[in-house]
């Protein structure tokens, strides 16, 4: 059930084919949370199919964060361009450890493994630029706080209730934010 | 880094190594969440070790909830044997699809793919027990809200003040929960 | 030259697609073997397809036998809900060691690696009702009687009057019977 | 639970590692079956080990039989040296297909996909000599004779008579060749 | 954008899929490296698809050579059939070692790991005629020569300047060569 | 054969084992090809370990070049941070085509597949820096010039004056020069 987009003949496949263009261009950050993602993935750079690799550039605006989010189908590595980052992750059940660490220019950070949930904060006063690199072609994403409060249909709030320990109104609250 | 166990010499190997029993207890789901998932995985089977599969079984009482939470290294089917469960899982970003279905005694329902949310909901009478088996004998569970609000040490407050888009009073009440 | 089916228009998903229904239906056992398998492979659960995952029930008559068989694509953990199963697996050359197991409810064992002649036999007096999870939506089966001894067209009887050391009669009976 | 040998400091490794002699010398095939497999295997040549291919020589006497047996980690590739050569392959349930060809020097065949029964037969008047190769360094071998009749410890005759719907003489017969 | 073939109806395959014939026959050497590969490669023999194997036979006239090349998606081994063979391969940065053999009639040898250069050279007064296996049923096949100074359109002649340290003519001359 | 460093005890681990600094110190680029490739592999992020992923900074002085060269375990992504930048790749035999582009700040540029001969060349006036990103935690890195003109011990000089076409003058100088 796979959505791979077909492949081309390779006949027809020229250097453009492997090309995307404009990662330098700073990303939109006036949002709710003050970031913005700009990915190279196999739906940008249909030249990625089947290769497990893939690239983003992360900007956040000074005091944005990226939400905690997780990629399904791959591990992740970057490096700071520009500006003080905070990043973590979380690891499973049953320790959820958490690993946290300030990064200045030209540090390289490994998120891991596939699948946890991480996150990045800009904690300095200027904007942050940040290449990451993924172990698929199509890592796939998942904003936590989407997934859970804002799916479509939404989830029971019954469910929400239970497993965050919140009232009908919190839950309802958190939805409509989403 | 990952922690797999010694193998053990071929030669010492013996019948029982690939034994597991008691999975027919009725778990105690005398929490908060009101279910309890038994697991067979390599950490209680050892002989499961590089097979690529493991078992679960999943008991909830009425009403309670298996809460969202994520395997990072395997796929789920499972099966009701008795009782009426609500299960569901949410696609990435940016659909944030939910997929939800209600299942009876001799259903079988697959989550994919690897890496979603997903949840469980008894919505019956009586006690649910449901068998699951997955893709990897070391799957790994992230529980959403323990991940999130319950890691050790805690993730920033401003993080999740503003990933969430709940205020500082809201976030420190769902740490002190998890 | 994989017969894999065509993938579906993610679009047009819907939960019924992960979902089969009857797995508890006792299947029929009233059969030479005295043994029935409900497979929910990628052929009877759509939904299965690319995840590396399967189930199956088994039903077994009192004395009957689920015959010696191998998954050329998966490995196999099972649990029994009812009844009493000897359960057995045989390794490779030159060891062709016998793993031999009684389970009783409730008992999970796993049948490794890859590829093994294992077998199921009921020594009980009730039916025996058995869960079997597979790391492949798509296992394959072989039944060694049916491979060497039914095989379409026929192997030929001097194949197997040299390998299994018999008279020309008794393999002409053998293969009479599948 | 696999006993992959451990490997060797790459600084100590020299072109021995990678070397095996003597596949030309001709196998005895003075037994039951008349014939003999010359494996080049990670066991007989450790530089093999984690490169996912592998070698052997099977040298068949006149009428003699390669008996029925499977690889369960390989599939498996090969061309005749001299001699006549059938080779046939049965596929998994419900079909039970056989396919048969007869060889001849330079012919080249492929038994697939991985783990299906397969067999080679001498049907001329020469030695058959022939090279085949195999996509592991450790594929194993699995002689359905040997694992069915001469398991140690042996499998209860009742899984057996059920299972071929032989009587315990036969049974007995066969249990006592392997 | 990897060029697989189509897989066929399973129900239409036959064993002539799975067939391959003449590699017996002596390729033709004389060309100025005085050798030649016959591949029985998936391009070549159908059934191969998917199976992760392939064959090939080098035929190498005396002191011919069976120039530098690599497989990007195989590991290989040899058996020497007729002849005698030097065979070589190098690893890696820094290192460049050069793993060197002289390999004779029987002799096995392995070039490893995936992707390193290697080479074989005929230094008899014989011809040589070795059995090469590949973990792969695409392997492909990059010739050193070819691929950096053969290439359509040329690389420029500034690159190869400065990556072989050699003057324009020297590069002028090596691409018209090839 | 391979030399995975061994995992650390998981209690035992901390943020700084994920982390590298300094990828943004300009890589020495006086040397015969006016370039430095600054590797961050699992040699120098063992965090790095078993994840698939890694990246590297390539500091190119004007008119340098990133000789040709291969990764036998990754595929490449890179992208531009400064500077004017030609890439190419060469696939295989038998067309060994060529495609190159011209890239500038903020292109991405896929070298595929794996285990192509690539290269990169500053053609501008200023210094080029560039991130790639590779599929695995070892790619490997075979400079074409090196492994077969720097080999040690040395390739045998008839190898390389048939392979490719030069007197022997003229390979042992292009030897002298690695």
Not at 7 to 23: I, R, T, Y
Not at 52 to 66: F, K, T
Not at 74 to 84: D, F, N, P, Y
Not at 122 to 146: E, F, H, K, R
Request: proline fraction near 5%.
């Amino acid at each position: 059930m796979l959505g791979n987009s077909v492949c081309k003949d390779p006949k027809l496949v020229e250097a453009n084919d492997f090309l995307f263009s404009g990662l330098h261009i700073a990303g939109n950050t006036t949002n709710v949370v003050g970031s913005r993602v700009t990915p190279v993935f196999a739906s940008q750079l249909r030249g990625l199919n089947t290769l497990g690799i893939s690239m983003a550039c992360v900007d956040i605006a000074p005091w944005g964060v990226n939400s905690p989010h997780s990629h399904p189908r791959a591990t992740e590595i970057c490096t700071v361009l520009e500006g003080t980052l905070e990043v973590g992750f979380i690891t499973s059940n049953p320790e959820n450890r958490h690993f946290c660490k300030v990064l200045h220019k030209g540090d390289v950070f490994v998120f891991l493994p596939i699948g946890l949930i991480h996150y990045q904060r800009n904690i300095g006063y200027n904007n942050v630029v940040a290449i990451a690199a993924l172990s698929s072609q199509n890592p796939g994403a998942i904003t936590i706080g989407n997934a859970v409060f804002g799916a479509t249909p939404e989830i029971a709030s019954e469910v929400l209730i239970m497993a965050f320990q919140l009232d009908k109104n919190a839950i309802n609250y958190l939805q409509s934010k989403f």
